[in-house]
């Protein structure tokens, strides 16, 4: 079996406790108007196609000063789970700890089993209005608050991720009710708020995609204190 991987990162720092291994793979089925990586989007389009082991072992060429674990990113690292499940088997028999990053868009036998294999998730819940939700990813918000469902069920840790992209997700309210849907959860550790930035706009322009954020101004210092400060009032450590 084998993988379609976009692009590797030996130095991650921000996708999960300690210095990280970063794989990301290719393909996902949103469409993400911000997304950063709209050349993840096709399959068929990787750069790499390896096996587990093959990914494994470039992993083990770094090792030394990536102590912190693999994260699999993309993309959509459920798209693939069964390439997914056997990278993390042999990271499990190896002692090396493991996270997905993910909008938690499938939910099937296999990636249950993957999850069986993941220490950590960091799940994207873009918007909490269904409506907006769609709108932002052209997809709908239920299989991703399923799929938190499920990792509250089997008490796997969460680390959310929050995009914070000024007119399509810092409504107050729509931050308001956000807070209050995942601070139910007992099994999330933390909220990291990610600041919309403009820094994709040539990869967008490359493809000759239309962006439509290209007027959006990434969120103020005050902007992001607020959203900050909303979430921390429903008990969530951010
Ligand atoms: S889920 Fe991630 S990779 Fe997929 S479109 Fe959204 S931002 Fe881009």
Redesign the pocket.
């Known amino acids: 079996m084998k993988g379609y991987i976009h692009s590797y990162e030996t130095f991650g720092t921000k996708d999960g406790p300690g210095i990280r291994f970063v794989v990301f793979m290719q393909g996902?089925p949103?469409?993400?108007l911000?997304?950063?990586?709209?050349d993840?989007?096709k399959k068929e389009e990787a750069k790499f196609i390896k096996t587990p082991e093959e990914v494994f072992q470039e992993f083990d060429k770094v090792k030394n000063f990536v102590r912190g674990g693999i994260t699999v990113s993309?993309?959509?690292p459920l798209l693939q789970a069964e390439f997914v499940l056997e990278l993390f088997k042999i990271c499990k028999e190896n002692g090396v700890h493991t996270a997905i990053d993910t909008?938690g868009v499938y939910l099937n036998d296999k990636v249950k089993e993957l999850l069986s294999y993941t220490d950590l998730v960091l799940l994207?819940i873009k918007q909490i209005d269904a409506d907006k939700y769609k709108e932002l990813?052209r997809v709908s918000l239920e299989p991703t608050l399923k799929f938190m469902d499920y990792l509250s069920s089997v008490n796997k840790a969460v680390w959310l991720r929050y995009v914070l992209v000024p007119d399509y997700t810092d409504d107050e309210k729509d931050l308001t009710e956000w807070a209050k849907y995942v601070s139910r959860f007992n099994n999330v550790e933390r909220v990291d708020i990610l600041p919309f930035h403009q820094m994709a706009i040539h990869k967008w322009e490359k493809l000759d995609k239309d962006y439509k954020l290209k007027d959006i101004l990434p969120p103020t210092q005050e902007q992001i204190e607020k959203a900050s400060a909303i979430f921390k009032s429903f008990g969530l450590k951010v």
Do not use: A, I, M, V
């Open positions: 996902c949103l469409r993400c911000y997304c950063h990586n709209p993840t989007w993309g993309g959509e909008s994207d990813t």
